[in-house]
């Protein structure tokens, strides 16, 4: 055997096991769920086939369908607002703390993070419930005469979201911004470029790739949470994760539950597809 | 003008991060039933309750177990494959790595949830070793694009150095690219032991009696607002503080 071909015999010897791993506990796990959501239920039985009607279903049924709609408008309202409190703070630890404290700075803003997550978003309800904090803080200043109700409301999820994403974001921003180097501002600035230009102009379209990456992250990891929309969301207005929960749990119905894995699947693989141009996901 | 807002933002940036931590934290100690104000007097009886609770704590030693051997299998695997799609040219390399990387981009819910209805028809229960598998499952793509990212060309040329002068395949990954690769390595194991972690839907899916911590504390939180909820909380936080502090300690003293 020659030694090329050696090499690449053991390459595949040492690639194999994670390929066997995901095979096995990703790709074919995916595929059985995606042969079950074309399956349905009869009493309490799946009956398998190929039957497109929990598709049918979920963009009919309107309750089903409002789910995906509201999963979609609060990934994309904590993405953006997520992306715009994230840059300045990013920038700020960058460009204006000290060099020797920027890493205790950062450290600092991504501290919470390691609180448990199902914890923090337990911690937000604190702060935010009819006798929290923020109500009884805003009542005793009296800037407010009754308690705001931001608990059980969209507004205490979104709330929820972004104060993770905003960490998650300065992190990768900061990565971006540090990397720059100041070169290119001071060339900017000696071509007569004012400070909002060489933003503008310069850095913004430099770090795209990142903020598209990290806006991406979050994307993903918003849209297919089930913990933050279930502890500060209520059950007023569900999302997409919290339906198919609910679809498993009380209804037992996993075809449809799949189905709805497929679709927000879907979605995901949409806003990829979006935002490809920009991407660097290997170099997360 | 500018500089005072910058500092003005920061401030406001840091009150918002750490609010609910500090409420959190403030209202473990909270000597009367309700984590809300006003605060009723200092106490640690939470903390003791917390402490002497059988089923979290069962569930802690869980969780533990299971984020320390799922992490070490992610890692060998993830290690083995960036070593190999690194060095070698494989047809089809590029798509071993997309599908290697591909779980990182699929929401845990839908693999907790494919993971679920496979082993319902293969006949597998759900239990710690099922969790411990799809933490591998999530884990794999991080470990593998961290160790990928830090292989450089200095690394290639002492690991072929190794091979001209007669060392084994084994021998180079044990004796070269693993200890060069070290920090590297280090990082994935420690993230990927705090995504394990932390992780909640995949244990909640796949577990049933025996289950880990965010699991308990999410029935916990079932039966309504509790400081003993806040006691846990302040704990793990608390513990997972202290593993970063060491970590940073021991990274910034391998740097100087």
């Not at chain 1, 448990?116 to 006798?131: C, E, I």
């Not at chain 2, 003791?48 to 979290?56: F, R, T």
């Not at chain 2, 699991?215 to 003993?228: D, N, Q, T």
């Amino acid at each position: 055997m020659s030694p090329a071909a050696r090499e690449r015999r053991q390459g595949w010897g040492l690639v194999a096991p994670a390929l066997i791993w995901l095979l096995a506990f990703f790709l074919i796990p995916f595929a059985v769920m995606l042969a079950l959501s074309f399956a349905h239920m009869e009493e309490r039985t799946v009956v398998h086939g190929f039957d497109p009607g929990n598709y049918v279903r979920i963009f009919t049924d309107w309750t089903m369908f409002k789910a995906l709609v509201n999963s979609i408008e609060i990934t994309l309202v904590v993405s953006v607002v997520s992306v715009i409190l994230a840059y300045p703070l990013a920038a700020i630890i960058a460009f204006r703390v000290p060099k020797r404290w920027q890493r205790l700075a950062l450290l600092l803003a991504v501290l919470p993070f390691w609180t448990s997550y199902v914890v923090r978003s337990y911690a937000w309800l604190l702060v935010l419930g009819q006798n929290g904090v923020l109500n009884k803080a805003l009542l005793g200043l009296g800037l407010i005469s009754a308690p705001l109700e931001i608990a059980a409301t969209r507004t205490a999820t979104v709330i929820g979201f972004v104060h993770f994403f905003v960490m998650l974001l300065t992190l990768t921003i900061y990565a971006n911004l540090i990397q720059l180097s100041p070169n290119y501002a001071r060339a900017a600035q000696d071509l007569g470029a004012g400070r909002f230009q060489t933003f503008r102009h310069v850095i913004l379209p430099l770090t795209l790739p990142g903020v598209v990456t990290g806006a991406f992250l979050t994307f993903v990891l918003c849209i297919g949470d089930y913990i933050t929309p279930q502890i500060l969301g209520g059950n007023n207005e569900l999302t997409l994760p919290q339906l198919i929960m609910l679809q498993m749990g009380r209804g037992g119905n996993f075809p449809l539950a799949s189905a709805l894995s497929v679709v927000l699947m879907l979605v995901v693989t949409l806003a990829y597809l979006l935002s490809a141009r920009w991407l660097r996901l290997d170099r997360v | 003008m500018m500089r005072a807002l910058s500092w003005l933002y920061l401030a406001a940036a840091y009150l918002f991060i750490f609010l609910p931590v500090a409420v959190l934290v403030v209202f473990s100690f909270q000597d009367g039933r309700l984590p809300v104000p006003p605060l009723q007097g200092m106490s640690l009886k939470w903390y003791e309750k917390v402490l002497s609770d059988g089923d979290l704590m069962a569930a802690l030693v869980n969780s533990l177990i299971v984020a320390l051997i799922s992490s070490a299998v992610a890692l060998v695997l993830g290690f083995l494959a960036a070593h190999a799609l690194a060095r070698v040219k494989l047809p089809g390399s590029v798509l071993m790595r997309v599908l290697i990387i591909a779980p990182m981009t699929v929401s845990t819910l839908i693999i907790g949830l494919g993971l679920l209805t496979f082993f319902n028809q293969i006949g597998i229960r759900p239990s710690l070793l099922a969790t411990g598998i799809g933490h591998v499952v999530i884990n794999l793509p991080l470990c593998f694009a961290i160790t990928y990212a830090a292989m450089g060309d200095h690394q290639k040329n002492a690991e072929r150095a190794a091979r001209d002068l007669g060392a084994s395949e084994a021998q180079v990954l044990w004796l070269v690219s693993a200890p060069m690769l070290a920090p590297a390595l280090a990082a994935a194991f420690f993230l990927s032991v705090t995504f394990s972690w932390d992780e909640f839907i995949i244990a909640f899916l796949l577990t049933r009696f025996d289950v880990t911590l965010p699991v308990e504390i999410w029935s916990m939180l079932r039966s309504g607002l509790s400081p003993a909820t806040n006691a846990i909380g302040s704990l793990v936080f608390l513990v997972s503080i202290g593993v970063v502090v060491l970590a940073e300690i021991f990274i910034l003293r391998r740097r100087a």
